[in-house]
């Protein structure tokens, strides 16, 4: 959920919102957050890379997430 927190702000959303929206998601939030943390468990500096893109794919489930609850 940390990661798409910043697309969420951007919509002026809190973070109980956000995370009231994602409730029902459970699944996709769980498979997005073990994929993140096996690609943080690469060595150290590799994982510094792959924060940019990280972000970008929480900002994208989170589009898709509101895009199927409206």
């Known amino acids: 959920v940390t990661y ?4 969420g702000f951007l919509k002026n959303r809190g973070v109980r919102e956000q995370v009231a929206l994602l409730a029902g998601k459970k699944s996709c939030v769980y498979g997005f957050g073990m994929t993140v943390y096996v690609l943080f468990l690469l060595p150290p500096f590799v994982s510094i890379f792959l924060l940019p893109g990280i972000i970008l794919g929480g900002t994208e489930l ?3 997430v509101e ?3 409206q």
Not at 4 to 7: A, N
């Open 4 to 7: 798409m927190l910043p697309s």
């Open 62 to 64: 989170l589009r898709l």
């Open 67 to 69: 895009d199927n609850s």
